[in-house]
């Protein structure tokens, strides 16, 4: 599976940001899938593939994809994250689920440092507000 074209959409009063899903073991066309906002939050919306590759990685390997790719840089943190996720799905369903690589480029540093130079008071319900976000993904997991 392969993660491209990663963008911000505005449409009216929503903002989008907007990846392309290409499977490369499954027979299915390309996917478009996305994040939205109200337009009121598009600051707050980051245009990065982080939630893309988290909410791809079990239709991945659901669909016996051998690889994640992204063009996109990716927090070495998250690599580290989901090759744990992997090997726990792999042990949970009795090696159903194979570990698939992740081929990404990383970004230099762990995008979480920025909270550890708060001394430990970032909290995240301590914000003023979390703007509401949907979130679409639909990949049509068949049953097997």
């Not at 580290?80 to 540093?109: C, D, N, R, Y």
Request: glycine share 4%; charged share 20%.
């Amino acid at each position: 599976m392969k993660l491209s074209h990663l963008h911000l959409q505005k449409s009216g009063d929503l903002v989008r940001v907007v990846a392309t899903v290409h499977f490369e073991e499954k027979n299915a066309p390309a996917k478009e899938i996305f994040i939205e906002t109200e337009a009121a939050f598009a600051d707050d919306l980051a245009n990065h593939p982080h939630a893309f590759a988290v909410g791809c990685l079990i239709p991945a390997l659901y669909f016996g994809e051998r690889r994640l790719a992204l063009e996109e840089a990716i927090c070495p943190r998250l690599k580290e994250g989901l090759e744990t996720v992997m090997a726990i799905m792999h042990h949970w369903t009795a090696g159903a689920f194979q570990p698939l690589a992740l081929e990404a480029p990383l970004l230099k540093s762990a995008l979480f440092a920025q909270f550890l130079a708060l001394d430990g008071k970032f909290n995240p319900q301590n914000t003023p507000c979390i703007p509401p976000v949907k979130f679409f993904i639909r990949l049509e997991l068949e049953q097997k």
